[in-house]
C-alpha cells in the first residue's frame, strides 16, 4: 500500500498555503468545474511532513466527519448541500490572496493527499472501512451532482470532460436514435423540456448498471438498456466510484499491518490512531458558564453530568459515584472527557481522589492512580496532551463486562432490555420518544439514536441563538458543550444561570 508514491513535488504546508494565497488557474468561488471531482485512481506522488499529513488528514476528516453530523440531523437537501459546500470550503479549499479566487492546484493537493491518507488509516477494519465508504461517496455524489447542475440544458461540458478524463467508456446514443425514441424519452419524469430536448445527449447503459434511475423512473429502459441523459449519470458514475474505492480498502488492508510496521517510527502511529482524533470545537478546551467561568469543577461534574452529559458518559459518572472507582477503560474514556471538557488537572485530580479514597487510603490512589491522570494532561510520559474519543472509537472499543466496567457506548453494547429500562428510569422523554431512540438502537443506528437522545432532552435547539449542534452524535464532548450552551441560553433571560444552579447544587 504505497501511501506517498515517489518523491515528485513538496506542496506548502496548509497554514502557509491559506495565508500567501495562489492564484493560478482560480476562478470565482461557487463556480464547480470537473477538476473538483476525482475517482482517486492515481497514487499521489506529494512529499509531506509529518506535520502536513496529519493537518492534510485532519482537515478531510473534519468534512467527513460533517457529513455524518449533518445526516444524523435529517437536513433538507439544500441545507445538506448549502452546509457541505461551507466545510469544503473552509477545511479542503486554498484561496488566492484577495479571497474571491480558488486555487486549484493547490486545493487538488489537498484532496487528493488527504483522500489517500485517510484511506489509509480506514482501512484496517470492516467497520472503518464501511464508515470511509459511506462519508467519500456522499462527498463524491455532492460534487458530482455541483457539476452535473451547473448546466440544466443537458449540454454540460465539465461533467463531459470528468467522464473523458476517467476514461468512461459511455454508449452515446445518435441523433437520429434519439429522434426515433423522442416521445418515449421525454415522457420521463423529470426530463428536459422540447426546447432543451434538442441539445441534450443521451447515453444507452446497461439495465444492471442503473437499478438507480430505474427504481426512481428517472430513466427509460428498452431491450435490457437504460437510456440516461448526461445529467443524470451520476448516479452511474457515483456506483463505480463506491465498487471501485471498496476495493481499494479491501485490498489496503491485506498489507497495512505490514506497512505500519515499517513506518513504526514515523506515519504508523498516526495512521492508527487517526480514526480517534478530535475535530470537534474547542477540544481541549474548557467549556465556560454563561458568567464566563469553567463548567466542569470537582464541585460541579455531579449535577453537570445529570443536566448536560450524554448518556455514555452518565453512565461512567454513575459506575464512579456507585462503586468509587473504574477500571482501566472506564478511566481512560471518561478521564479524556472530562479533561476535553475542559476541567483542569488540579480538578481532575481532587475529583477522582473525592471518590476512590471512599474505598482506599489517600496513600494508596497516589500510588495507583494520580500518575496516570497526569499523564492524560500531558504532564508525565512523553507529555503529549491526549484528545478525548470520539463516538467512533467508542462504539468499536472494547465492550464493557456486566456489571464490572461502565466503558463503553449504551446504544451499542446494552441489550435492548437493560437500555429500555435505563431510559425509563433517567425520564428521558415520554414513551413515544424512547420508543423512537430503541429503534434506531435496533437498526444499529447508535449515533443517530444518541442525537435522537440530545433533540429529546433539548428541544428546538438549533433554533436556539448561540447553540451549535456540530458533532452532536459523533463526539461525546461536542454533546456536552452544545448541551451547556442550550441551557445558559435558556436561563439567560431570567437573571440566574445554568452556572448558578450547578455551583448551588454542587455545594450542598
Same mark, same amino acid.
Given at each position: 500500500?504505497?501511501?506517498?508514491?515517489?518523491?515528485?513535488?513538496?506542496?506548502?504546508?496548509?497554514?502557509?498555503?491559506?495565508?500567501?494565497?495562489?492564484?493560478?488557474?482560480?476562478?470565482?468561488?461557487?463556480?464547480?468545474?470537473?477538476?473538483?471531482?476525482?475517482?482517486?485512481?492515481?497514487?499521489?506522488?506529494?512529499?509531506?511532513?509529518?506535520?502536513?499529513?496529519?493537518?492534510?488528514?485532519?482537515?478531510?476528516?473534519?468534512?467527513?466527519?460533517?457529513?455524518?453530523?449533518?445526516?444524523?440531523?435529517?437536513?433538507?437537501?439544500?441545507?445538506?448541500?448549502?452546509?457541505?459546500?461551507?466545510?469544503?470550503?473552509?477545511?479542503?479549499?486554498?484561496?488566492?490572496?484577495?479571497?474571491?479566487?480558488?486555487?486549484?492546484?493547490?486545493?487538488?493537493?489537498?484532496?487528493?493527499?488527504?483522500?489517500?491518507?485517510?484511506?489509509?488509516?480506514?482501512?484496517?477494519?470492516?467497520?472503518?472501512?464501511?464508515?470511509?465508504?459511506?462519508?467519500?461517496?456522499?462527498?463524491?455524489?455532492?460534487?458530482?451532482?455541483?457539476?452535473?447542475?451547473?448546466?440544466?440544458?443537458?449540454?454540460?461540458?465539465?461533467?463531459?470532460?470528468?467522464?473523458?478524463?476517467?476514461?468512461?467508456?459511455?454508449?452515446?446514443?445518435?441523433?437520429?436514435?434519439?429522434?426515433?425514441?423522442?416521445?418515449?424519452?421525454?415522457?420521463?419524469?423529470?426530463?428536459?423540456?422540447?426546447?432543451?430536448?434538442?441539445?441534450?445527449?443521451?447515453?444507452?447503459?446497461?439495465?444492471?448498471?442503473?437499478?438507480?434511475?430505474?427504481?426512481?423512473?428517472?430513466?427509460?429502459?428498452?431491450?435490457?438498456?437504460?437510456?440516461?441523459?448526461?445529467?443524470?449519470?451520476?448516479?452511474?458514475?457515483?456506483?463505480? $466510484?463506491?465498487?471501485?474505492? &471498496?476495493? =481499494?480498502?479491501?485490498?489496503?488492508? +491485506?498489507?497495512? /499491518?505490514?506497512? !505500519?510496521?515499517?513506518?513504526?517510527?514515523?506515519?504508523?502511529?498516526?495512521?492508527?490512531?487517526?480514526?480517534?482524533?478530535?475535530?470537534?470545537?474547542?477540544?481541549?478546551?474548557?467549556?465556560?458558564?454563561?458568567?464566563?467561568?469553567?463548567?466542569?469543577?470537582?464541585?460541579?461534574?455531579?449535577?453537570?453530568?445529570?443536566?448536560?452529559?450524554?448518556?455514555?458518559?452518565?453512565?461512567?459518572?454513575?459506575?464512579?459515584?456507585?462503586?468509587?472507582?473504574?477500571?482501566?477503560?472506564?478511566?481512560?474514556?471518561?478521564?479524556?472527557?472530562?479533561?476535553?471538557?475542559?476541567?483542569?488537572?488540579?480538578?481532575?485530580?481532587?475529583?477522582?481522589?473525592?471518590?476512590?479514597?471512599?474505598?482506599?487510603?489517600?496513600?494508596? $490512589?497516589?500510588?495507583?492512580? &494520580?500518575? =496516570?491522570?497526569?499523564?492524560?494532561? +500531558?504532564?508525565? /510520559?512523553?507529555? !503529549?496532551?491526549?484528545?478525548?474519543?470520539?463516538?467512533?472509537?467508542?462504539?468499536?472499543?472494547?465492550?464493557?463486562?456486566?456489571?464490572?466496567?461502565?466503558?463503553?457506548?449504551?446504544?451499542?453494547?446494552?441489550?435492548?432490555?437493560?437500555?429500555?429500562?435505563?431510559?425509563?428510569?433517567?425520564?428521558?422523554?415520554?414513551?413515544?420518544?424512547?420508543?423512537?431512540?430503541?429503534?434506531?438502537?435496533?437498526?444499529?443506528?447508535?449515533?443517530?439514536?444518541?442525537?435522537?437522545?440530545?433533540?429529546?432532552?433539548?428541544?428546538?435547539?438549533?433554533?436556539?441563538?448561540?447553540?451549535?449542534?456540530?458533532?452532536?452524535?459523533?463526539?461525546?464532548?461536542?454533546?456536552?458543550?452544545?448541551?451547556?450552551?442550550?441551557?445558559?441560553?435558556?436561563?439567560?433571560?431570567?437573571?440566574?444561570?445554568?452556572?448558578?444552579?450547578?455551583?448551588?447544587?454542587?455545594?450542598?
Amino acid at each position: 500500500m504505497n501511501v506517498a508514491g515517489p518523491i515528485r513535488s513538496r506542496p506548502p504546508p496548509l497554514s502557509d498555503v491559506k495565508k500567501r494565497g495562489y492564484a493560478d488557474g482560480g476562478s470565482a468561488l461557487g463556480g464547480a468545474a470537473a477538476a473538483d471531482v476525482d475517482m482517486y485512481l492515481d497514487v499521489p506522488s506529494f512529499e509531506l511532513s509529518l506535520d502536513e499529513f496529519e493537518e492534510y488528514a485532519l482537515a478531510r476528516l473534519k468534512v467527513l466527519r460533517k457529513i455524518e453530523e449533518m445526516k444524523t440531523r435529517n437536513l433538507s437537501p439544500e441545507l445538506f448541500r448549502s452546509q457541505l459546500d461551507t466545510s469544503i470550503k473552509t477545511n479542503l479549499t486554498i484561496l488566492s490572496t484577495d479571497s474571491k479566487k480558488i486555487n486549484y492546484s493547490e486545493s487538488k493537493k489537498i484532496d487528493i493527499a488527504s483522500h489517500f491518507i485517510l484511506r489509509a488509516a480506514y482501512c484496517r477494519t470492516e467497520e472503518l472501512r464501511r464508515w470511509f465508504l459511506a462519508q467519500e461517496c456522499r462527498l463524491f455524489r455532492h460534487r458530482l451532482e455541483t457539476v452535473a447542475q451547473k448546466n440544466h440544458g443537458g449540454n454540460n461540458d465539465a461533467l463531459r470532460d470528468f467522464l473523458a478524463r476517467n476514461d468512461f467508456d459511455l454508449d452515446r446514443v445518435t441523433r437520429a436514435e434519439k429522434e426515433k425514441l423522442r416521445e418515449k424519452l421525454m415522457s420521463v419524469p423529470g426530463g428536459p423540456n422540447p426546447v432543451e430536448f434538442h441539445g441534450t445527449e443521451y447515453y444507452r447503459v446497461p439495465f444492471i448498471q442503473a437499478l438507480e434511475l430505474v427504481s426512481r423512473r428517472e430513466c427509460y429502459v428498452e431491450r435490457g438498456y437504460a437510456y440516461v441523459p448526461l445529467v443524470r449519470i451520476v448516479s452511474i458514475v457515483a456506483a463505480k $466510484f463506491r465498487a471501485s474505492l &471498496s476495493k =481499494s480498502l479491501a485490498l489496503a488492508s +491485506g498489507v497495512f /499491518g505490514q506497512v !505500519a510496521h515499517d513506518e513504526a517510527a514515523r506515519i504508523g502511529p498516526l495512521l492508527k490512531s487517526m480514526n480517534s482524533q478530535y475535530t470537534g470545537p474547542g477540544a481541549p478546551s474548557a467549556v465556560v458558564g454563561a458568567d464566563g467561568e469553567e463548567v466542569l469543577t470537582a464541585a460541579t461534574v455531579d449535577a453537570m453530568a445529570d443536566q448536560s452529559m450524554p448518556l455514555c458518559m452518565q453512565q461512567l459518572h454513575t459506575g464512579l459515584k456507585r462503586d468509587h472507582k473504574l477500571k482501566h477503560q472506564g478511566r481512560l474514556q471518561y478521564g479524556l472527557f472530562i479533561k476535553g471538557a475542559g476541567m483542569s488537572l488540579e480538578e481532575h485530580t481532587l475529583f477522582f481522589q473525592r471518590e476512590f479514597t471512599r474505598i482506599m487510603t489517600s496513600e494508596q $490512589f497516589n500510588k495507583g492512580y &494520580s500518575y =496516570s491522570i497526569r499523564h492524560m494532561h +500531558g504532564k508525565e /510520559g512523553k507529555r !503529549a496532551s491526549y484528545t478525548p474519543y470520539n463516538c467512533t472509537k467508542i462504539i468499536l472499543g472494547n465492550p464493557p463486562q456486566s456489571g464490572v466496567e461502565h466503558h463503553g457506548c449504551p446504544y451499542k453494547h446494552y441489550d435492548d432490555a437493560n437500555l429500555s429500562a435505563l431510559l425509563g428510569k433517567l425520564k428521558i422523554g415520554n414513551m413515544g420518544d424512547r420508543d423512537a431512540i430503541m429503534a434506531l438502537k435496533k437498526d444499529g443506528n447508535f449515533q443517530l439514536a444518541c442525537a435522537k437522545h440530545f433533540e429529546v432532552m433539548h428541544p428546538a435547539a438549533a433554533s436556539v441563538d448561540g447553540v451549535s449542534l456540530d458533532g452532536v452524535g459523533n463526539h461525546p464532548n461536542a454533546w456536552f458543550s452544545s448541551s451547556v450552551s442550550y441551557h445558559n441560553a435558556k436561563s439567560g433571560g431570567n437573571g440566574t444561570t445554568s452556572m448558578d444552579v450547578v455551583k448551588t447544587e454542587g455545594a450542598v
